[in-house]
């Protein structure tokens, strides 16, 4: 896990990471930018790193912890039982954290949530940043959990009246 300047979070856990894209918001992403500037791992390759699932038991004090701001929880290259051992984790092994988990690929979070709602210590996010993907938003709303935020960030345009009921947060950046 590592300490992170982000405002909204004080610890990122990375267990997977790498993406590819799927919007616009995409574009901008600084997972994209400090991949290829530092050359760490080619930012489009998936990369699964099971030994770090256990991460949040070193830090004993309760922090908001950002799950996999390097890469997304829900990417379809990232297996259900992955994801399920991470959630074991918030679960089990560190419950005194806050998780703030955020996807672009809401629809994939939805379905896992309706066999395995998230506690109330574990945030469902996505990102909405123009008003083609509205329904990310909406679809949301259907996540079984009981804090749900979105995430502006970029604001490629004005969203005009994005209906934001049942959403708790919202980032905009």
């Known amino acids: 896990m590592n300490k992170t300047s982000i405002s909204w979070c004080d610890w990122t856990w990375n267990w997977a990471t790498g993406c590819t894209k799927v919007g616009p918001g995409c574009l901008n992403c600084y997972m994209f930018r400090i991949y ?22 070193n830090v004993t004090s309760p922090r908001k912890i950002f799950v996999n701001d390097m890469g997304d929880t829900f990417h379809t290259l990232v297996p259900t039982n992955l994801i399920e ?12 954290h806050t998780y703030q988990v955020l996807t672009k690929r809401i629809n994939r979070m939805r379905r ?27 679809m949301l709303k259907e996540v079984d959990a009981q804090v749900r935020f979105v995430s502006c960030e970029p604001l490629l345009e004005d969203l005009g009246d994005l209906d934001l009921s049942g959403i708790d947060w919202v980032i905009v950046g």
């Open 85 to 96: 051992q991470a959630f074991w984790t918030m679960e089990e092994i560190a419950p005194w």
């Open 112 to 138: 896992f949530s309706q066999g395995h709602p998230f506690l109330e210590h574990i945030w469902a996010g996505t990102s909405v940043e123009t008003r083609k993907f509205w329904a990310r938003a909406e």
């Open 36 to 57: 290829e500037r530092y050359g760490h791992q080619n930012p489009n390759k998936v990369i699964l790193h099971p030994e770090r699932l256990r991460e949040p038991q």
